[in-house]
């Protein structure tokens, strides 16, 4: 039996619940025999016949199918390598305009590295093919996208210029080998190569948060998604409008609000905290928070920092240790560019010190992580999956996907072993953890297998 469909039968199983369907119900509704949905619930049937079902349970109920339709895992035991080979294949070359206008001039090629269905970034190798003798963010051989809606981090390898623009300003900076950056969506950039005998390549991943997530209630709602906005450059304003958004969804007014507040004998000033010029002091949001059944922290945002648009790491500024300690020094770790708007996102340039390194003292994370040999020597990965090790070897320019919660380790072959990791959640972040935390039951979630009331004895 398919362990997909096995997973989607039990996916329909919970949906049904949702609906308050039984099966006789349901297939009553659906106009299939009932023993056809028994089975396709079972995870018995074909794949046709699961399809058929999600399709005449969205013609018939107001659900989305391709939430029912999970994704189907396609890595092998937790990981998915690409190897260096498979990755040149993939290989586009794009053209972009040069300071004479001509449009056939290559600018960037493209290789796709490790992928998978279920990690939330898309990581490319670009190499930078356009070659500038100056680092002059108006040089007109540089051509800055649109900007993009994913997040991105960038690792550099090479003499590579970055460049970008935020509100109307140009910048540059020169970027070489273990440098890195963060780029906020939307916001122009661009790369070039500062010496064309040299190597001059980055590692992009772009990723979506919690908003990509939401892509199908944004698209549905057009321009009213601006009302879903606060003022994230000025906490003040943010906690007055985040304050009007509780209020408006609890259907109280100013005076309703002035009212409770006495009664509960609270001494907030309400006009005060919904003016956003206002300072909002902790012990007042506090008491406002009580009074709306909100936590604190629904009231706030994290503080803006104008450094944070774009965010630049250089080797030489990295936070450097050893890990796991200076007494047993595996691997030496330099933590790459961060920002606080993102706390699940975190890169690290990693040089693996020893041959034999094994797996307890290795890394263990509930984040995606994406892991990209950029030196000389083989690497020996070994991983741990349902209790049973495995090993694979990841040479020069491979690259690999490791899914949540699989331990690992490296040991470099011979020569520099030198590999960029990157992290960052899935759709599982730090608040659905906490919603999940709350269940009475956490293995039904993923194996659903019963209806939502007994009617046996
Ligand atoms: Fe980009």
Wanted: net charge negative.
């Amino acid at each position: 039996m398919s362990k997909f469909l096995k997973l989607v039968g039990s996916r329909i199983l919970s949906e049904a619940n949702d609906l308050k369907r039984t099966i006789t119900s349901m297939s009553q509704e659906l106009g299939i025999e009932e023993s056809m949905l028994q089975s396709v619930v079972n995870g018995d049937a074909s794949y046709e016949d699961v399809l058929h079902t999600i399709g005449m349970m969205e013609k018939i109920y107001p659900i989305d199918a391709s939430d029912i339709l999970l994704i189907e895992d396609d890595c092998f035991e937790g990981v998915k390598i690409m190897r260096s080979k498979q990755s040149t294949e993939t290989s586009r070359i794009f053209n972009r305009l040069d300071r004479h206008g001509s449009t056939d001039r290559p600018y960037y090629e493209y290789r796709d590295t490790a992928m998978s269905k279920l990690a939330p970034f898309k990581p490319e190798w670009i190499k930078e093919l356009r070659v500038v003798e100056n680092s002059d963010p108006e040089n007109p051989d540089v051509v800055y996208n649109n900007g993009h809606f994913m997040h991105q981090i960038t690792f550099f390898i090479g003499p590579v210029n970055f460049y970008w623009e935020v509100n109307g300003e140009k910048f540059c900076e020169e970027m070489n080998t273990g440098d890195s950056c963060y780029i906020t969506p939307y916001w122009k950039h661009s790369f070039t190569s500062r010496d064309k005998s040299k190597t001059a390549l980055i590692l992009a991943i772009t990723f979506g948060g919690d908003v990509r997530r939401s892509q199908k209630e944004l698209y549905a709602y057009g321009s009213r998604i601006k009302n879903f906005v606060v003022n994230s450059r000025n906490s003040n304003s943010a906690t007055s409008e985040l304050l009007n958004f509780h209020m408006q969804n609890e259907n109280l007014s100013i005076e309703n609000v002035s009212t409770l507040a006495q009664k509960k004998k609270i001494n907030i000033d309400i006009n005060k905290l919904l003016d956003p010029s206002t300072e909002k002091l902790h012990h007042e949001k506090e008491e406002i928070a009580s009074l709306l059944n909100i936590s604190i922290s629904d009231l706030e945002i994290t503080s803006y920092l104008s450094d944070e648009e774009v965010v630049v790491t250089h080797r030489s500024n990295c936070q450097e240790y050893k890990y796991p300690s200076d007494s047993n020094q595996q691997y030496k770790i330099r933590s790459l560019a961060r920002t606080k708007k993102m706390p699940l996102l975190k890169s690290f340039d990693i040089s693996v010190l020893m041959d034999n390194n094994d797996i307890s003292s290795g890394f263990y994370s509930g984040l995606h992580t994406y892991i990209y040999n950029y030196g000389e020597s083989d690497i020996l990965v070994r991983w741990v999956s349902e209790s049973t090790e495995f090993e694979d070897y990841l040479n020069p320019n491979d690259s690999m996907y490791i899914q949540p919660f699989i331990q690992y380790s490296f040991s470099k072959m011979s020569g520099e072993a030198n590999i960029f990791c990157a992290r960052t959640c899935g759709a599982i972040n730090i608040s659905t953890m906490k919603e999940l935390s709350y269940f009475s039951d956490v293995e039904r979630v993923y194996q659903e297998n019963s209806c939502w009331f007994n009617n046996e004895k």
